[in-house]
């Protein structure tokens, strides 16, 4: 099945140890998302690419960066965390050139920060 | 300045009843309409979608309602199930109005539908 995968799933972490979390998809789709979600709150995008056309939210803290290599894969790097930076955090993917809005999302990421 | 508002943070219903969800927008802009569900630990699973030149859209138990007037739109549920049981989201996008694409989120509902 064609799907969104991100690995791994639970991710500890100390306080200002840099941690990168991976996606990757085999929907090929060219849109590729980076949320950010806490408890309670609706989820917060932080960057997405389009093809290989990086955009960064204007309010995405410069701790967080993304690499994209190709179409398959998508990394988050957190420089340095912070304890507020504790969150799940979702991939999600969307086909540009198929006319529809909808994004697909991969299990997410549990961040802790000790 | 939130665009995208779920006003009631969790809903119980009967198994068997209807559940209704509901979303309210502030972008007149936004002309994409979509509901997600989420289970604990896991991430968001595309539900139903609505366009703005509809007012209703149709699949199996799940039906959507737009009121562009009114900028609100709503997740009916019928017949309520169990499996049900999860966290809703509303998202919006503005497609022909500059958004790229991206989605805006409401903070969700947590639909409990108790046997």
């Known amino acids: 099945d064609a799907m969104v995968i991100q690995n791994p799933r639970y991710q500890v972490t100390q306080f200002g140890k840099p941690v990168t979390l991976s996606c990757s998809q085999t929907l090929n789709h060219n849109v590729m998302y980076w949320y950010q979600q806490k408890s309670s709150q609706a989820p917060k995008l932080l960057f997405h690419y389009y093809d290989k056309d990086f955009n960064n939210e204007a309010d995405t803290p410069d701790n967080f960066q993304s690499r994209r290599p190709n179409t398959s894969f998508c990394f988050l790097d957190i420089r340095s965390p912070g304890l507020g930076d504790a969150a799940m955090y979702l991939c999600?993917?969307?086909?540009?050139?198929?006319?529809?809005?909808?994004?697909?999302f991969g299990p997410g990421t549990r961040l802790t920060v000790l | 300045d939130q665009q995208v508002k779920q006003n009631s943070p969790s809903l119980s219903v009967q198994e068997g009843r209807i559940s209704i969800l509901n979303c309210d927008y502030t972008?007149?802009?936004?002309?994409?309409f979509l509901w997600y569900k989420k289970y604990p630990a896991e991430g968001p699973t595309f539900l139903i979608s609505?366009?703005?030149?509809?007012d209703k859209n149709e699949d199996g138990r799940f039906t959507v309602f737009l009121n562009k007037s009114a900028k609100h739109l709503s997740l009916h549920i019928v017949p309520s199930q169990p499996g049900d049981s999860a966290v809703y989201f509303c998202?919006?996008?503005?497609?022909?109005?500059?958004?790229?694409?991206?989605?805006?989120f409401g903070k969700g509902t947590k639909l409990s539908v108790k046997p």
């Open positions: 998202a919006a996008s503005a497609r022909y109005g500059g958004s790229q694409g991206n989605l805006i």
């Open positions: 972008n007149s802009m936004f002309d994409y």
């Open positions: 999600a993917t969307r086909d540009g050139y198929a006319g529809t809005d909808t994004q697909y």
């Open positions: 609505i366009s703005s030149i509809k």
